[in-house]
């Protein structure tokens, strides 16, 4: 099908964002939010995005007009004529099953009802939605106007066309869109747990503080951040939360919450927001602490182990039908703006190698439940 009129429902950061993604690719939108202070405040912030990026010569002025002039505020039931709408409401369940119950009775019977999901069930948001063939799952990541993912996600009804509607408009607002299957954390977030998580393991065992982590992973990994200095920029409740979330929908070792952050949150240690987390914080810059030598075997050793980690994470995802290799290695890069996918790390250090690492953890575990949370993917080891 050919999209024309695209809608948005929900005004906020993602979906003004999503709108002017959209504006820009040439599509007439509708954006929608039930609070109209929210969605004035919306549009605004769409139309200053636009102005600025003219001055920044990121699109032409005459680009920019064009995309201005291409949004269109509106009532719910402006979302009738569009041909396909992206939500991004809040991450709750009921409230985006109501939400697809009143859109596939609003819209037209061939419009494509896309969530912008990260971390709900495509399928049980559409439960409620007679046609589910025509829902699928558009996970944008934030902000979306600088972040070229996005997870296109097939819910267990729904049909190719939906899927390939939803891949044209992502490729028309100039971003990548991966194919995803309907598991817990699509592809980003369900193939990133191991990066936090072993490295509170690492952590937990006193074999490096949480500076030394953050400094072998930067310094050696190539990663932009390091887990600790990410978990409190996004909040140490926040990726809590989602580990917790994570480990509710299927309780496999490797998902486990870490004790450590749980005391933290006891503790109000919540990060930069809160001025404290695993480092301190002065009007949200973080407090430089003194650094100590660190040997190249220790960093050898933490990358080693959270990249083991990683590659054997995205294995089981592959081998579950999450999604393929390559298309996971584009996602972690694209989505989180990682130097090397998993796959591709696999392929640098060697199958054997990240077996044996895992394997050796196993070995030293002191529990059969901690030895589980090293289990080698089939795949992989298959490899070697």
């Known amino acids: ?57 990121l699109w032409s002025p005459g680009d920019a007009a064009r995309a ?43 419009a494509v009802l896309a969530t912008n999901t990260s971390s709900i069930p495509v399928t049980e948001i559409a439960a409620r939605v007679a046609q589910p063939e025509r829902v699928c799952g558009m996970h944008f990541f934030n902000p979306p106007p600088l972040m070229k993912l996005v997870e296109v996600v097939a819910g267990e009804h729904t049909g190719e066309a939906a899927l390939d509607a939803a891949t044209d408009v992502a490729r028309a607002m100039d971003r990548e869109p991966v194919r995803a299957a309907d598991a817990p954390g699509f592809i980003v977030n369900r193939c990133n747990r191991p990066f936090a998580l072993e490295s509170l393991r690492i952590l937990d065992e006193g074999l490096a503080n949480h500076a030394e982590i953050d400094q072998a992973m930067r310094e050696m990994g190539g990663y932009r951040m390091g887990p600790f200095e990410l978990m409190d920029l996004i909040g140490v409740d926040v990726n809590l939360k989602v580990a917790q979330s994570f480990y509710a929908q299927r309780e496999v070792a490797r998902w486990e919450p870490h004790g450590i952050q749980e005391r933290m949150v006891a503790e109000g240690r919540l990060g930069r927001k809160a001025g404290r987390g ?55 890069k694209l989505g989180l703006n990682h130097a090397r996918g998993p796959f591709e ?40």
């Open 1 to 57: 099908m050919t999209v024309g009129r695209l809608g948005v429902l929900g005004a906020g950061t993602m979906g003004a964002g999503i709108a002017q993604l959209g504006c820009l690719g040439g599509f007439d939108v509708v954006l929608h939010d039930p609070d109209p202070q929210a969605l004035a405040s919306g549009a605004d912030r769409l139309q200053a995005a636009l102005a600025k990026g003219a001055g920044k010569g």
């Open 68 to 110: 201005s002039g291409a949004l269109e505020t509106t009532t719910f039931d402006g979302l009738a004529g569009c041909d396909l709408v992206i939500e991004a409401a809040p991450e709750d369940l009921e409230l985006k099953r109501e939400l697809f119950s009143q859109l596939a009775g609003t819209c037209g019977p061939e």
């Open 278 to 332: 695993f480092y301190e914080y002065e009007r949200g810059r973080k407090v430089v602490e003194r650094e100590q030598p660190r040997s190249d075997k220790t960093n050898q050793m933490v990358v080693e182990r959270v990249v083991s980690c990683l590659v054997n994470e995205a294995s089981f995802a592959v081998e579950e039908g999450v999604a393929e290799p390559d298309d996971v290695d584009v996602a972690m």
């Open 345 to 384: 790390w696999r392929d640098e250090l060697g199958a054997s190698r990240v077996v044996a690492t895992l394997d050796t953890l196993a070995e030293r575990a002191t529990s059969r439940h901690q030895a589980d949370r090293y289990v080698v993917a089939e795949s992989l080891r298959e490899l070697v």
